[in-house]
Structure formats: C-alpha cells, structure tokens
C-alpha cells in the first residue's frame, strides 16, 4: 500500500532537478484516491514552464513507481 513516505522517497529522486534551477517540491497529501497533492517552492512558483515540470516530471515520475497514483495537483 502507498503512503506519504513512499511518495517523499521517490519525489527525492526528482528533487535534485528542481533544485539545479532554484526550485523544489514538497508532499502537501496523499488523498486516499490516488491524487498526490504537492507545492512547488523557490523558482517553480513563478516559472511559467512549471506546469510541464508538474505533469513531464513530477506526476510522470511518481506515476511510473506507484500504479496508485493516478493525478498530482499542485496546491499553494
């Protein structure tokens, strides 16, 4: 069963390209279905390329690891 520290592992993996640019991701909820709730801190606030990097890389990665997940939202 997928819970909030199997979902912070993975985001790990993603974390060190968010922080080449400026950026980062942290875990708000994981909704009992399947929806991942994140904010994107530092730079990705006001990136207007932070969409892609939501569902290309962050929704993409977790996805790929945990057939559970099934959107991440990004919250403020």
């Known amino acids: 069963m997928i819970n909030s520290e ?5 985001l790990e993996k993603v974390r060190p ?5 400026g950026g980062d991701v942290e875990l708000v909820q994981l909704k009992e279905d ?3 709730e994140v904010r994107l801190t530092g730079s990705c606030v006001l990136c207007p390329m932070s969409i892609m990097t939501l569902r290309a890389g962050i929704e993409r990665a ?3 690891e945990h057939q ?3 959107r991440v939202e990004q919250v403020r």
């Open 17 to 21: 390209y968010l922080k080449v640019d």
């Open 6 to 10: 199997i979902i912070s592992k993975t």
């Open 34 to 36: 399947g929806i991942v």
């Open 68 to 70: 559970e997940v099934k």
């Open 62 to 64: 977790l996805m790929l």
